[in-house]
């Protein structure tokens, strides 16, 4: 393939494409369905985009192109445009293809991220500076990955986990993490049930509320729909288990709150809401640091010596 220009198309069989650039990519079963039935129907509207790599053309737009020719039976080759990229490059032009048309979706600028950062080696500034994104962009997709466990992350690599629900286990500490992902399973739960059980367990004020969600996770939930959870630590007073429940309603809002600041927050308000917003983040951010000196004083006194 040495004789292929740069930006020039042509058939190429489709056992020849190379998919190392695959994992930077969530499996989307729905979505090679519909791409099935529209190469079937209309054909290939747009060629792959793939670049060399010792002579094997690895796909760098086009997995579920790829992945849907080969449920039909009478589809042997596809179209493909040639790119010059190195590793860096190609890991941008997954992020900036794919963002032109139908956003990535954040765990999969996340896997991008992570490789820039992690495995090429870049700042996030430069990382930043490659993807035409701020630092700050490069940094909360950098956090949102790392802080899912690493046997999540494996689980959301190759399918077994979606990201819908990796992005409701984020939050978590990484032993919480995986000891919901294993309440879902054994119960069933949907992805709204599993969501709303990381957040009660997020927002759980003593370990025994954190065995009862994951023992009972659809009472807990019934539970919570009329307030915080009722469940009694038997190692506290009637005094000690009020400031608990208290305890666990403010985690609970915390929680929300730090989950929408750090993961979507200032992407999801207009100018309008920005103005009309600042004077409520402003007594947010006065309050918190108040309560936050008071229970450190607190925290002190009830620490033993």
């Known amino acids: 393939m040495l004789d292929w220009d740069v930006g020039e198309v042509r058939w190429v069989p489709m056992a020849a494409f190379g998919e190392r650039y695959r994992r930077y990519r969530l499996p989307d079963v729905a979505a090679e369905s519909a791409l ?6 209309y054909g290939q509207i747009a060629p792959v985009v793939v670049c060399l790599r010792e002579e094997t053309p690895e796909i760098v737009d086009g997995f579920k192109r790829l992945a849907a020719a080969r449920t039909l ?16 490059t190609a890991k941008a032009a997954i992020y900036g293809l794919n963002h032109t048309g139908r956003h990535t979706q954040e765990l999969e600028e996340a896997w991008i991220v992570f490789a820039l950062v992690r495995e090429d080696g870049l700042t996030q500034v430069e990382a930043a500076e490659l993807l035409g994104r701020h630092k700050s962009w490069v940094c909360r997709r950098l956090a949102l990955l790392e802080r ?22 984020v939050p978590l500490p990484a032993g919480n993490q995986l000891e919901v992902l294993a309440c879902a399973r054994r119960e069933g739960l949907t992805t709204a049930e599993l969501r709303g059980v990381a957040d009660l367990v ?22 919570s729909q009329s307030g915080p959870l009722r469940t009694s630590d038997p190692r506290l007073s009637p005094a000690g288990n009020r400031v608990s429940r208290h305890l666990a309603a403010l985690l609970e809002q915390l929680a929300r709150m730090e989950t929408w600041l750090a993961q979507r927050g200032r992407g999801e308000l207009n100018p309008g809401d920005r103005e009309l917003l600042a004077l409520g983040f402003a007594r947010l951010e006065r309050d918190a640091r108040r309560v936050a000196d008071l229970a450190a004083d607190l925290e002190q006194e009830l620490s033993p010596p």
């Open 202 to 223: 997020r927002s759980a004020a003593s370990r025994p509320q954190v065995e009862y969600v994951l023992e009972k996770p659809r009472e807990a939930l019934a539970q």
């Open 73 to 88: 039976p009478r589809w042997v080759e596809l179209t493909a445009r040639l790119l010059v990229a190195d590793e860096r």
């Open 36 to 41: 099935a039935r529209s190469l079937s129907r």
């Open 148 to 169: 899912l466990d690493e046997a999540a992350r494996d689980e959301l690599r190759v399918g077994l986990l979606g990201p819908t629900a990796a992005r409701a286990l």
